[in-house]
T-cell receptor
Framework: AQKITQTQPGMFVQEKEAVTLDCTYD???????LFWYKQPSSGEMIFLIY??????QNATEGRYSLNFQKARKSANLVISASQLGDSAMYFC?????????????FGRGTSLIVHP | EPEVTQTPSHQVTQMGQEVILRCVPI?????FYWYRQILGQKVEFLVS????????KSEIFDDQFSVERPDGSNFTLKIRSTKLEDSAMYFC?????????????FGQGTRLTVV
């Protein structure tokens, strides 16, 4: 079963608008961590933002915020005021403590294209 | 800012040959990982390494693969007898701890092409 589900293979947004990238996850653990990474066309993986399962407030990092809805098991990434440089693949990932392992597992990614 | 460094950035090899992908994790990090990403597909976990031994590995990480930390700084992934389907981007990552709240920092990746 998929641990991380990203249902949007591709998203388009106009420059300066906000966009939400969806991520739902599956875990029976009470303690887990959720991450978003950006992968531009150059290929590197860039860490964006982290949300812990016990964090009561949604994480924010500059223009990135994480809309964490624990009951729905969703951790959507919101990018405000999109910029052309935001065009990239975005991956949601999770660390969970099952079996003593904390290995980050990734979703299939969402390709974001920002139009001028 | 400290970063994970991978070399080479691109490697082309003939089927059946052995390749070694190299990584220099961030110096104070204790946990190291290899992931691969076949073109256009998801990022797949291969192996994690802690305290000079493998702590976890996936089904993909079979006898064809091995990892080593030959000195205090390098972390290598060896792929023996490469196959066409090994063509992928290979990412090394490291994290300070292996706990939930610790982000993994990724290198730039090595694009392996098996011909």
């Amino acid at each position: 079963a998929q641990k991380i589900t990203q249902t949007q293979p591709g998203m388009f947004v106009q420059e300066k608008e906000a966009v939400t990238l969806d991520c739902t996850y599956d875990t029976s653990d009470q303690s887990y961590g959720l991450f978003w990474y950006k992968q531009p066309s150059s290929g590197e993986m860039i860490f964006l933002i982290y949300q812990g399962s016990y964090d009561e407030q949604n994480a924010t990092e500059g223009r990135y915020s994480l809309n964490f809805q624990k009951a729905r098991k969703s951790a959507n990434l919101v990018i405000s005021a999109s910029q052309l440089g935001d065009s990239a693949m975005y991956f949601c990932a999770m660390r969970e403590a099952s079996g003593g392992s904390y290995i980050p597992t990734f979703g299939r990614g969402t390709s974001l294209i920002v139009h001028p | 800012e400290p970063e994970v460094t991978q070399t080479p950035s691109h490697q082309v090899t003939q089927m059946g040959q052995e390749v070694i992908l190299r990584c220099v994790p961030i110096s104070n990090h204790l946990y190291f990982y290899w992931y691969r990403q076949i073109l256009g597909q998801k990022v797949e976990f291969l192996v994690s390494f802690y305290n000079n031994e493998i702590s976890e590995k996936s089904e993909i990480f079979d006898d064809q693969f091995s990892v080593e930390r030959p000195d205090g700084s390098n972390f290598t992934l060896k792929i023996r007898s490469t196959k066409l389907e090994d063509s992928a981007m290979y990412f090394c990552a490291s994290s300070e701890w292996g706990i939930l709240g610790t982000e993994a920092f990724f290198g730039q990746g090595t694009r392996l092409t098996v011909v």
